[in-house]
């Protein structure tokens, strides 16, 4: 099975809230909140592509983007390979581009959302992330 590289940003505030989007319910997983992002287009290195969708979907631009995780997940009919990068410094007001809504949430609020199941282990690992940065 081919597999679909895809970069993903998880966008943190200043107020320790993520950023989250609602897919569109026409797309494969839609109707479920996911963190903004999108495939890498061939050619392109994961970071440019991270850059090139955060532009895009939210209109922001990343300042520092830090590896959080990497995973791969099997949806049956395709299998993706998310790299999910932490963005604590960007530049912009995050805005609905691409029309679907999006919120900023806090940490209890994006545990409860209905998610894509590859997100599971990454709001697992945003939450350890916010947990330790709190404890700083
Ligand atoms: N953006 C994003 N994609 C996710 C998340 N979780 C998850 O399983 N995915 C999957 C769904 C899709 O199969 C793939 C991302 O594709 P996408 O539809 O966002 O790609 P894209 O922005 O380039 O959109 P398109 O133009 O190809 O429609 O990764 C997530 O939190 N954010
Ligand atoms: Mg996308």
Redesign the pocket.
Known sequence: MQS?Q?A?GVVVNEKGEILVAL?DPA???GGLW??????VEPGEQTTQALAR?LAE?VGLEIEQAEPLLSLS?D?GE?R?E?AIFWIARFRGQARANEGNPIRWVSPQTLTGLA?????QP?VSAVLVRLAAEAAR
């Open positions: 679909i895809v993903i897919r797309q494969e997983q996911e963190f903004p992002g999108g495939k969708e979907e997940h949806y395709r993706v998310l998610m894509p199941a590859a997100n990454i």
